[in-house]
């Protein structure tokens, strides 16, 4: 395989995005663990916050908006970066890549405005579709599917590729570019229930992590207020639109309780939801009410939503919906600046594997997807292509084994789930961790997931007061 100028090792809108920005300035390879279009970017359902309307909103609110949900704990200048550099980023969208969103924006959660442009209740699948139309279409970028990132390989603390392995495959065989791009997602999967594809586990997280590059904040896990109740692993998530639009959330008896939690109610930050709707579940199930609105109206501006609640053989218009909260989005990762550079040199990070400063300990709904455009355009205005050095290296050992994989990645889940979750106790952490350091896998894949899932134990165990998503009831 001919070695890129630039390798980019995950396939989400952040990926797509700084291939496209990276092909401007040389041969640019994806590498995918599954499908081209397969990654947590596909199921966002919202959409990308930007203010793109100065009549009754500005980018200082969206600033404050932002600050305020990660509770402060951000870092301001990347905050103004984002916001700054979000509706450049959408008008590039509709203009240049072809996405078509609604004619007006829609509110979320811990949003003061209505500033989050959508395409229904699809938008991450309509970019997705659009971004990965425009990538096939370029002579410069050539695309890996079905590949596995191992490790980085680092030399004298300059990273110069990574070792891949196609999937199904035994053999290993290595990459070099100028630079490496990292768009590898999060690790919902980590968790029993979550939002996220069976991909997302961490990989980049992982392969950082024994390459030396800094992470921080891997604590801040967001859990989504409101999934379709349901028993499979990746659980169908139930936009916060539809909050924005007027549902309510209902206990056991029938109440409407978040007002008794947050003055912001049902668009409260989604920190707050979810623990308000952890604390109800103890005394029953929980439920989205949006019962207010007709058919008609749901059908057409939720369709994806609609669709998938009837699956579940619900009818949102008249009944009200099971829902809790599950595991979502991960606030921290690899350091990075503001163009995606890493503590390791030519290694860059980009998308939810990065940690920039943006969310602090908490994401404000819908900054994800513009993240991963206003960085993924970042990570490639200052690249530029030249030879490829290579370097001579012997191939690490590794072994691989399904049935190894599954039943490591059954005990992490459940572990996670039940002691690093939404509410958490010094105790439960560190059982967790005790569970995890107790694990001896053989297999490659689950030693990754074991890594991941220390790392993020010990994050929360040094962490000693909550703080957003990190809550302690100790």
């Known amino acids: 395989m001919q070695n890129p100028n630039f390798l980019i090792v995950g396939s989400g809108i952040a990926g797509l995005t700084a291939a496209l920005f990276c092909a401007k300035q040389g041969k640019v390879l994806i590498v995918t663990k599954s499908t081209l279009l397969e990654s947590s970017s596909r199921y966002a359902q919202a959409g990308v916050a930007a203010v793109r309307n100065f009549k009754w909103d500005s980018f200082e609110e969206h600033v404050a908006d932002t600050l305020e949900a990660g509770c402060h704990d951000n870092d301001k200048r990347t905050v103004k970066f984002l916001v700054e550099n979000a509706p450049k980023m959408v008008d590039w969208l509709e203009h240049k890549i072809g996405v078509k969103f609604q004619k007006e924006p829609t509110r979320e959660a811990a949003h003061s405005h209505s500033r989050v442009w959508n395409t229904k209740d699809s938008t991450g699948e309509a970019i997705e579709k659009a971004l990965a139309k425009k990538v096939r279409a370029n002579k410069n970028i050539k695309i890996l599917t079905q590949a596995s990132l191992l490790d980085l390989i680092v030399e004298k603390k300059v990273c110069r590729g990574a070792w891949l392995r196609l999937n199904g495959n035994n053999e290993i065989f290595p990459v070099f570019a100028n630079k490496i791009v990292l768009a590898t997602g999060g690790y919902g999967q980590l968790f029993a229930k979550s939002t996220n594809p069976e991909v997302s586990v961490g990989d980049g997280i992982a392969a950082a992590a024994r390459a030396r590059a800094k992470l921080k904040d891997l604590e801040f896990i967001q859990f989504h207020p409101t999934a379709l109740v349901g028993r499979q692993t990746r659980l169908t998530l139930l936009s916060e639109s539809l909050r924005g639009e007027g549902a309510v959330l209902r206990n056991a008896r029938g109440e409407r309780f978040m007002p008794t939690y947050n003055k912001a109610g049902e668009l409260a930050p989604r920190d707050i939801v979810s623990r308000a709707i952890f604390s109800e579940m103890k005394q029953g199930k929980v439920f989205l009410d949006f019962t207010r609105a007709s058919e008609k109206f749901l059908s057409e501006r939720f369709p994806l939503v609609w669709r998938e609640v009837g699956k579940a053989g619900f009818n949102l218009a008249k009944d009200l919906i099971p829902i809790f909260p599950v595991a979502h989005y991960s606030c921290g990762g690899v350091v990075t600046n503001l163009r995606g550079?890493?503590?390791?040199?030519?290694?860059?990070?980009?998308g939810e594997v990065a940690q920039?400063?943006?969310?602090?300990?908490?994401?404000?709904?819908?900054?994800?997807l513009a993240e991963a455009l206003v960085f993924g355009k970042a990570v490639a205005e200052k690249l530029k292509s030249s030879e490829v050095q290579t370097v001579t290296?012997?191939?690490?050992?590794?072994?691989?084994?399904?049935?190894?994989?599954?039943?490591?990645?059954?005990?992490?889940?459940?572990?996670?789930?039940?002691?690093?979750?939404?509410?958490?106790?010094?105790?439960?952490?560190?059982?967790?961790?005790?569970?995890?350091?107790?694990?001896?896998?053989?297999?490659?894949?689950?030693?990754?997931?074991?890594?991941?899932a220390r790392l993020i134990t010990k994050a929360a165990l040094a962490r000693k007061k909550s703080l957003g998503t990190h809550f302690l009831e100790d």
């Open 356 to 368: 920039t400063g943006l969310h602090g300990a908490n994401r404000l709904a819908s900054n994800s």
């Open 393 to 452: 290296i012997k191939a690490p050992k590794y072994f691989f084994d399904t049935k190894d994989d599954v039943a490591v990645r059954k005990i992490v889940q459940k572990t996670m789930w039940e002691r690093v979750g939404i509410v958490r106790n010094t105790k439960d952490l560190r059982e967790a961790l005790n569970t995890f350091e107790k694990l001896e896998p053989r297999s490659f894949a689950a030693q990754n997931i074991v890594l991941v």
């Open 341 to 350: 550079e890493t503590s390791v040199k030519n290694l860059l990070a980009v």
